[in-house]
C-alpha cells in the first residue's frame, strides 16, 4: 500500500490564500474621501495589528435574562397578529362564502392550537432558575391568545352565527295562552 496525502480541495488553498486584489485600471480616478481599496486595505493593515479576542461566554445569570426576553416575545407575539387578522376578517364581510368561513376557522383554530402547545413553544426558554419568571410569560401568552380567539367570536357574531336575539330561541320559547278569546259575530 502507498500513503498517498490526500489532496486538499480547491475551495480550501483559496480561502488560505486568497486572490490579490487587481490595481484599478483606467483614468478615472477616486472621489473624494473613497480612497482606493487596495491603498485603503493597505493603510488599515500597516496601521492596526489583529487584535481578536474570543468571545467571553455568558453567564448563567445573563443567558436566564436573555431566555427570558425571548419568552416574553414569543408571549407577545399573538397580539402582533390581530391587526391584521381583524382587517382581513373585516374585508372578508359578514356573508357565508368560502373564504369567510375559513377564515373564522383559523381565528379558531390557532388560538386554541396556541392554548394547547403553550408549555411546548416555552420549553425552549426554560430553566431550573427562571421556571417561576417564566409562568407570567406564559400567563400572558395565553391571554394573548384568548384575545385572539375574542376576534374569532366578533366575527361570528358579525356574521349572525351567535344566536344572541329573541328570535334565535323562538323554537324553544312556550306559546303564550291567550287570556280572552273573541268571538266573532255572524
Known amino acids: 500500500?502507498?500513503?498517498?496525502?490526500?489532496?486538499?480541495?480547491?475551495?480550501?488553498?483559496?480561502?488560505?490564500?486568497?486572490?490579490?486584489?487587481?490595481?484599478?485600471?483606467?483614468s478615472i480616478p477616486d472621489p473624494p474621501g473613497y480612497p482606493s481599496q487596495s491603498t485603503a486595505l493597505?493603510?488599515?493593515?500597516?496601521?492596526?495589528e489583529?487584535?481578536?479576542?474570543?468571545?467571553?461566554?455568558?453567564?448563567?445569570e445573563e443567558m436566564d435574562t436573555l431566555k427570558l426576553k425571548k419568552a416574553w416575545e414569543v408571549a407577545l407575539a399573538p397580539v402582533k397578529n390581530l391587526p391584521m387578522t381583524a382587517i382581513m376578517m373585516y374585508m372578508s364581510g359578514n356573508s357565508l362564502q368560502i373564504f369567510s368561513i375559513m377564515m373564522v376557522f383559523m381565528a379558531f383554530k390557532?388560538?386554541?392550537?396556541?392554548?394547547?402547545?403553550?408549555?411546548?413553544?416555552?420549553?425552549?426558554?426554560?430553566?431550573?432558575?427562571?421556571?417561576?419568571?417564566?409562568?407570567?410569560?406564559?400567563?400572558?401568552?395565553?391571554?394573548?391568545?384568548?384575545v385572539a380567539l375574542a376576534v374569532g367570536i366578533w366575527k361570528v357574531n358579525a356574521m349572525g352565527l351567535l344566536p344572541t336575539t329573541r328570535s334565535d330561541w323562538l323554537a324553544w320559547e312556550a306559546q303564550r295562552e291567550p287570556l280572552d278569546h273573541a268571538i266573532p259575530a255572524f
Request: proline letters at 11%.
Open 1 to 26: 500500500m502507498s500513503s498517498k496525502t490526500p489532496s486538499v480541495p480547491k475551495w480550501v488553498v483559496d480561502l488560505q490564500h486568497p486572490p490579490t486584489l487587481k490595481s484599478k485600471a483606467g
Open 50 to 60: 489583529p487584535k481578536t479576542q474570543p468571545r467571553k461566554q455568558p453567564t448563567p
Open 110 to 146: 390557532n388560538p386554541i392550537m396556541g392554548i394547547i402547545g403553550t408549555n411546548q413553544a416555552f420549553e425552549r426558554f426554560e430553566s431550573e432558575s427562571n421556571k417561576t419568571k417564566l409562568i407570567q410569560a406564559k400567563l400572558a401568552y395565553v391571554a394573548m391568545q384568548i
Open 42 to 48: 493597505s493603510k488599515k493593515q500597516a496601521s492596526k
